[in-house]
C-alpha cells in the first residue's frame, strides 16, 4: 500500500510557471505507475499525465501536452509534475494517483487505486 501527499499549489497569474511535487510513502514506490488527474467545478476528473515505474515513459493529456512535464525520482519517493505556460482552464484540485497492478487505459481515474488529497492551482487571467 501506498500513502500520497501533494503540495506545491497556489495562485498564480497566467503564463507562469509551477511545479506541483507528490510525496509516497512506501518502499516499494519504484513498483507503482504514477499519474497526475485533475478536476475543476462542476467537472469529473480529468486525466494529466501518466508515468510508468522507471520514469522511461510518459503520457500527456492533449490539453497540456508541450506544457507540462511528469517525472519521478524513485529514490526519493517522489513525482512531479512541472507546468509551464499555464493557463485559466488549468485550474483544478490536482490529484496523485497510484497504481500496482496496471489496468489500461492508464488515462481513466478508476484504473488507478490509491489517490492524495489533491493540491488545488488558481490561475487567475
Known amino acids: 500500500q501506498v500513502q500520497l501527499v501533494e503540495s506545491g499549489g497556489g495562485l498564480v497569474q497566467a503564463g507562469v510557471s509551477l511545479r506541483l511535487s507528490c510525496a509516497a510513502s512506501g518502499r516499494t514506490f519504484s513498483s507503482y505507475f504514477m499519474g497526475w488527474f485533475r478536476q475543476a467545478p462542476g467537472k469529473g476528473r480529468e486525466f494529466v499525465a501518466s508515468?510508468?515505474?522507471?520514469?522511461?515513459?510518459?503520457r500527456y493529456a492533449d490539453s497540456v501536452k508541450g506544457r507540462f512535464t511528469i517525472s519521478r525520482d524513485n529514490a526519493k519517493n517522489m513525482v512531479y509534475l512541472q507546468m509551464n505556460s499555464v493557463k485559466p482552464e488549468d485550474t483544478a484540485v490536482y490529484y496523485c494517483a497510484a497504481t500496482k497492478l496496471v489496468t489500461l487505459p492508464t488515462t481513466t481515474a478508476r484504473n488507478y487505486d490509491y489517490w492524495g488529497q489533491g493540491t488545488q492551482v488558481t490561475v487567475s487571467s
Open positions: 508515468i510508468n515505474w522507471s520514469g522511461g515513459s510518459t
